[in-house]
């Protein structure tokens, strides 16, 4: 909220990046909320968080919807950064902001959908086949859907455009470099990039890795749930901690670390007497 709040209070909301970034802080408020809602399902009833029941079905929904909207956003600013810096020296093309707004509704029409499925009868409330252990009403089928293709979309796009960026970056510089230009703030900004896309792989590590492993073994799972009680639910409620603190790890690494990086850029052209260079930059 404080992440909303402040965005739409500044003057940068018309950037098509500000944009992103509204809309990631809104996917982490659903998640959060989402999971505040399971929470209090599991402390005032616990065994319809472990057995299943119909009343899971809506918060396990909107939980889905949500984080798939987060990945779905992390990768969109993954583009939109590549494409800002892939762009940077043509006209032809620039990311507006009409286009961030088609990539939001797109992004949240696409979660909802997927999120939806089970309230939509892709559940296993009358049928004891194919029953996750861990997220009961859910089908094991209708996880492995969600979670395999999303994780690889997680990862690999923002690997690709955050490799891409840096090594757009470091030919820049090189070329600079040979030119006898200075390239300290080429240096600065790979620099950058290099830590902010280590802390976001490592975010999302930490936070999607478990809760897909739990995913992978409810898959190869043959036990009912009295056999894995309680250590697996454990398990499952860990995993769901660490997703919510990706929620929070969200606007540490976007808004901070973006605010940061634009008051080094500010003081630069501040500073600069070349306003071809500036502009460059």
Known sequence: CTVI????ATKDLHKPISILFCNLALSDLFTSFSGFW???LFITNPDITIFGSKGMLAPYALYTMSILSTIYNLVSIGIERYLAVAESMRT??????KHSIAVVLINWVLAFFL???PLMGWNCLHREKNLSVLYSPFCVDYLVFIAIPNVVVAFIIPLFTYLRIIIILRKRKLRMKACGQAT???KSAEIQVARTSIFIWLLALISYAPFFAGV???ATNNQCHIDLYPGVYIFRNCTAMLITMNCLG???IYTLKAKTLGAKLKALKCLSTNRVRACTI
């Open 184 to 186: 300290g703030t080429y």
């Open 5 to 8: 709040f402040t965005r739409m």
């Open 38 to 40: 399971i929470s209090m």
């Open 92 to 97: 032809r093309f620039r990311v507006a902001r």
């Open 216 to 218: 992978i073994f409810d």
């Open 250 to 252: 969200n606007p540490i």
């Open 115 to 117: 999120g939806c499925l």
